[in-house]
């Protein structure tokens, strides 16, 4: 439940990372049933900024989207895109990747700038470690998180305490917690106590999908997951294939983010029941991709986008009815034959 | 009155260059009330090709718009796009834009290709001069466009009378002449009174808007306009600007097409009643703009087509006022001092 509406899980959240979708509208996405996307805080505080957005009355009116949003904290991408990157205690110093400007983020900073969006969730600022990362740098940074996490949570109550009378956004936006320690079982499991320690609304297991090889991911996920409060929502960031997600669902995760659907081109199924596939042919599709046509990544897209979501509103489904096993058995085995016989 | 319905004029015609209008879908075009809109036949033709569409069973069905479509021969595309080219009275030889594969038109091939793609109206083959251009060569090239123009009338003649008993579309497609005759008053008075002669279901003026100055254009078009039947419809090509098509307009012109608003970004005015200006702010779609979204690409392409098409729709209805003459010497004095303003 959050201020713009409930979320079914599992979700997946569509990545609006400039502040809009990519290629679709949000009509378009309340038409697919999406139920919840996701803002980058890195890319909006780049560009256009916070001034304009707050200017706009937050991210919600700026890109009209009425339905729930989950922003990130943006260190995701400042420690993928940006430059000179130097990292303290305090926070993080670094240059932007548009026009090279100098920017500081803080776990207060990251806070304030979620509170300025105006999103539904806030995610808490922590270090992502590339992969492969020593044991020793892994631990080190998966104890900074946990330090940061505990500055954001407090900017977090205050900013509650002091709007405890009004009822504007920032007063019920809920805030994540995100678990570390990249693939090393221990520092999952310590990094999980910590920041459950620290009782945040929802919990995202970060550093996963970062090249690491998939039995490594999901270790890592297994690692961590039996530390995680079961009342809680439990989100895997940046993950991920269709049956890597159907696996997460399995050990217990309730949230993904994906960037597959709106930046790959996938072949089209046949009797797909979206709206590209329902009102145009798939020799058109392909021609427009091949003609590098922008109706061809609309609709790509809108396929793509309908796929996910689908399948995680079937996976709910599923687990409702109790055949969640089977079905996630067969679905994975069928997707892994027909990927197969694509690459023929 | 076409196959696919009737044209109210007059009329503009969003370009769909690769068997789609750029970024949008034929159901935001209906939305839009576009009446028809123009293929290019070189450009399918070079890719997917006609056998593709063909198999689809012609540009209607591949591209899912059922209203009229205007094709235009190809041979704009020919001059501009293509390399090596090697014009003879038989035809053109030349090597496209795409792989540099060889090709030949001439007037009965291009003919063949508008009768495969199945367009409501199709354009004979016609040689366009680039601007400036000498006075014998736009002599001998006019006549040369009136021999082609000669040609694809006994093919279409021949085409109707083989399916004088079917109703296939291609036994109903009408054929427009084009005049030509650069920015010489006198060849763009013989091109028309030749053309005509030939007795076409509609005129084209084409060799305008290349380059020369407006004056030239409008002298080009008052050239030959005095020559062509009023009860056939009038279509000057490649036209234009807002204020260029009602000065146009007003020189007895009836159908235009475009790219600037499908290619060019406007500023977006106040209190426009289109989609994307219904829907979002004028801040945000500039946002998308700077941020190279494909959204921002939407939208400003459903603006401006709007802007477009509502124009032609304004104009029909101060023409049966009795009032256009004043709303178009009001509409390009405000619309010249709204650029001058902008440039500010």
Redesign the interface.
Known sequence: MTTHGVVDTPAFMPIGT???V??????ELREMNAQIILGNTYHLFV??GLD?IK??GGLHN???WDGPILTDSGGYQIFSLAKLRKITEEGVEFQNHIDGARAFISPEVAMEIQAGLGGDIAMALDECVPYPCEYDYAAQSAELTTRWAKRCKAVAASLRDAHATHSDAATKQLLFGIVQGATFEDLRKQSAQAIVDLDFDGYAIGGVSVGEPEEEMMRAVESAEPFLPIDKPRYAMGLGTPPQMLEMIARGMDMFDCVLPTRLARNIEENCTCQACR???R??IR??I??E??????LITLHNLHFYLNLMSQARTEIEGGTFDQFRKAFVAEYKTRDAMMVE
């Not at 046509?293 to 609309?298: A, P």
């Open positions: 400039q502040g809009t990519k290629a679709v509208t949000p009509r560009r256009p304009v200017h706009f700026f890109m009209n009102e145009f042919s020799g058109y021609h427009l091949k003609a046509e922008i109706l061809g990544l609309r």
